[in-house]
């Protein structure tokens, strides 16, 4: 491949940290066009000719662990497509929920055997929903949930708002219930939305609504919002088992804190930055960025 920006960021300032980037790539025989540093000196952007699984490999060999690392093409994407729990927020909706309805433990389990890839998404999100139907979880405990435990990521509402300044149609695909997305959707600015939905009995959660939202759902909202573009004008990011065929098909896949699963198979991630990272992946100035207030509040509305 030719034309690949690679952005590398670190947690904290280092020393040096553009000219060993650059040193690293030509001693793996990439040819180094242009190299600048970016994020407060904490962060390196090159435009390079060569490889990029090459490049990849040769800066984790000498910074294995403490690298948020992007290779992509140098072209802004069309579409972004978002999961949303523990990426565009900092919780598993879910958890809160059923830790206010004192299940909290046993829905956890089953959030992270699915969110690691040990369990079947639809499998466990049905029994988690049983069980929050069998202690009678209503309408208002989700609202108070949604009101006092759960928050936007850091740099949410930038990285939205910047996108859409350039462009860029925002969807958030989520695995979670309209209950809690519509409200984080609208909040961030999101174009669509696609998730689940609770079925109640008057005010009560009952089941979760046919079909279920899961990995190939995921997938599908990817390749129908592309389907005139192209996968290649896609950019995804998420965190969990069910994001990683469409972090995989998307131009550009970003795991997000992920769950080792994803690490394993997404070359790209976030691992120590918020999400404005996803901007300096991107070979946007901060100049151009669009930062309303970052605060962690999320309309009901």
Known sequence: ?????????????????????????????????????????????????????????????????????????????????????????REECLDELAALSGVGARVAELTAAAMSGGMDFG???????????????????????????????????????????????????????????APVANTLGFHAWHCNRFQFAGERIAAVCDPILGREAKLAALQAETAALGLAAGLAIG???????????AGSGIAFHAKPAVEAVVPDRITHGDLTAVLHFLGLPERTWVTPPEGEVISAS
């Open 123 to 181: 499998t466990a999100l049905r029994a988690r929903i049983a069980m929050l139907a069998e202690v009678g979880v209503d309408r208002g405990l989700i609202q108070r949930t949604l009101r006092e435990r759960i928050h936007l990521q850091a740099g949410a509402r930038t990285l939205v708002a910047t996108l859409r300044a350039h462009g860029v149609r925002c969807i958030l695909v989520s695995g979670g219930f309209e209950d809690f997305v």
């Open 1 to 89: 491949m030719t034309g690949l920006r690679l952005t590398a960021l670190l947690p904290e300032p280092e020393r040096g940290f553009a000219a060993a980037v650059c040193t690293a790539l030509s001693s793996a025989g990439l040819l180094v066009r242009a190299c600048v540093a970016c994020a407060e000196e904490r962060g390196v952007q090159c435009l390079f000719d060569g490889d990029a699984v090459l490049a990849r490999a040769a800066l984790r060999a000498v910074w294995p662990r403490t690298l948020d690392l992007c290779v992509r093409e140098d072209s802004l994407p069309r579409v972004f497509i978002a999961d949303m729990d523990a990426t565009l927020v």
């Open 239 to 249: 965190d969990g088992a069910n994001d990683i065929p469409m972090l995989m098909a």
